[in-house]
């Protein structure tokens, strides 16, 4: 769709609602929400130093800048809502000499931007949302472009068992990537049962192309997701915050000439022509009980997999223990957390089996701030600490011990599919290594005025010996400044 068309159906939407009148006699503006967001951020990386001879001398160092602006219209009536949402994204200063062949593919987020679309600067506007939801007791249905986030289908009351629900379980296997510039919607059509105590949602969708490719209107034709999730939201008064989740997912990708990402022989991925469909099941728990002068928190979250990875049987599982303990009525409320992360890799290259945990279209960034892995082929040991020593101050800390499970299989970057010709992911052989490397970041953020928010983050690399394999240097930077504005 033309841009110009986009922007003409938005101005048309809002001068339609606005004479409208309500039963009641109000006026429109009782029904019509207007939506505006703006996002700045600018983003510095240092990456892994790649061999000699194999980039121009730097390239793995740069900076870039971009902005996300979002505008819109939410009209909504006790049982229809109407929502249209459009994005415009703009990229400059993207670095053209750090998209490197295999094994050090990209050098960092600026590079994989350019590696999408080959332009810098790059910008275009695009339809964001665009949807129709019913509404009728404890029933909702939405048809269109959405958003979905695996795992949020509700957020607990508890404002820590929330904190937890979005920063360790949702979006592990499905999400919008809003980390990035540009983000992923999802068309096609999601129901929920919505109770007090519990929640069933059922959706089934295509992705648009988005993420690190700046073309996002258009839906990946050949890749389609379904699941279904039912969440247990509260026990009763009675006992503890808890939150409890069993969950189904399809994914089908039968786009046959895209080369898929694991570790068989590429003459052999090359031949292999065959769709990748995936189930997974799972569930995840959460937990939250008084103890002492503060109060425990316990996560668990686990899923197994099976179904076909082109000519190969796919059967592939990973886990999540975590814990932590918070001192809420001390000074900056100091919650440390720990916990232990890992997904299955696979040992025979040769055989027809895969069993590399598969992460379908997750936001991946939440998991791993400085993105250079994935929970792919990975066990990550973890150590967090939160501060808030200002109601407008939030503060994070994190140290994380990285390994591939599997030498023989690869180490794995990526956030699922961006556009119809890429995979989604990238991988270098471990070559029967196993350390990764150790990651220790600061993140901060500030709220300045409810509607404006300031956000900083630095992270740095101690890479290991599987990264020793690809690059000659294995230290690594990545950091950001942004400036949210929310209306």
């Not at 110009?4 to 009782?30: I, M, N, Q, W």
């Not at 979002?70 to 990229?91: D, S, Y």
């Not at 967090?384 to 794995?412: C, I, K, N, S």
Request: glycine share 10%; aromatic share 12%.
């Amino acid at each position: 769709m033309d841009s110009r068309a986009l922007l003409a159906a938005l101005v048309c939407s809002v001068a339609v609602a606005l004479p409208a009148r309500a039963e009641d006699g109000r006026g429109s503006t009782d029904h019509l929400t207007l939506l505006l967001s703006d996002r700045m951020r600018g983003e510095f990386v240092d990456w892994f130093d790649p061999p000699p001879g194999v980039a121009p001398a730097g390239a793995e160092r740069y900076a870039f800048f971009a902005n996300q602006l979002r505008a819109g219209a939410r009209l909504a009536f006790p049982h229809v809502a109407l929502t249209l949402e459009l994005q415009h994204t703009e990229l400059a200063n993207l670095p053209e000499d750090a998209s490197l062949p295999p094994p050090q593919g990209n050098l960092g987020t600026g590079a994989t931007y350019f590696a999408n679309t080959r332009r810098s600067p790059q910008g275009e506007l695009f339809l964001k949302q665009g949807n129709l939801t019913l509404q009728g007791g404890a029933f909702t249905a939405t048809l269109g472009r959405f958003d979905y986030r695996d795992g949020l289908e509700t957020v607990p009351a508890d404002p820590a068992l929330a904190y937890l629900k979005r920063s360790r379980i949702a979006e592990r296997l499905v999400g919008p990537f809003d980390f990035t510039h540009v983000t992923r919607s999802f068309d096609g059509g999601r129901v929920a049962w919505d109770h007090a105590a519990w929640n069933v949602t059922a959706w089934g969708a295509r992705p648009t192309q988005g993420g690190y490719e700046v073309s996002a209107n258009v839906e990946v034709g050949d890749v389609w997701l379904s699941g279904i999730a039912a969440t247990l939201a509260r026990l009763g008064d009675w006992a503890p915050p808890v939150d409890a989740r069993v969950f189904y997912l399809f994914y089908h990708d039968g786009r046959h000439d895209v080369l898929k990402a694991d570790n068989r022989p590429l003459a052999v991925r090359a031949a292999d022509r065959e769709p990748i469909s995936v189930h997974t099941g799972g569930m995840h728990a959460l937990g939250r009980l008084a103890a002492g002068p503060g109060a425990i928190d316990v996560l668990l979250w686990g899923a197994l997999q099976a179904g076909h990875w082109g000519e190969q049987d796919h059967a592939a599982w990973a886990y999540a223990v975590e814990a932590g303990y918070q001192l809420s009525d001390a000074p900056a409320a100091p919650w440390l957390r720990l916990g232990w992360n890992q997904s299955s890799g696979d040992e025979e290259p040769e055989d027809d089996k895969h069993r590399t945990f598969f992460q379908p279209i997750p936001t991946p960034r939440i998991y791993a701030q400085t993105p250079f892995y994935t929970l792919m082929n990975t066990s990550d040991f973890f150590v967090e600490l939160v501060l808030r020593p200002h109601e407008r101050l939030f503060v994070r800390a994190d140290w994380h011990w990285l390994r591939v499970t599997q030498g023989e299989d690869l180490w794995y970057q990526g956030g699922g599919v961006t556009k119809e010709s890429l995979f989604g992911y990238a991988g270098a052989p471990a070559n029967g290594r196993h350390g990764l490397g150790q990651l220790v970041d600061v993140s901060f953020t500030l709220t300045l005025h409810p509607r404006l928010t300031l956000g900083t983050y630095f992270g740095h690399v101690f890479g290991g010996a599987v990264i020793g394999e690809s690059f000659a240097g294995t230290d690594a930077n990545y950091g950001y400044a942004e400036l949210t504005f929310r209306y």
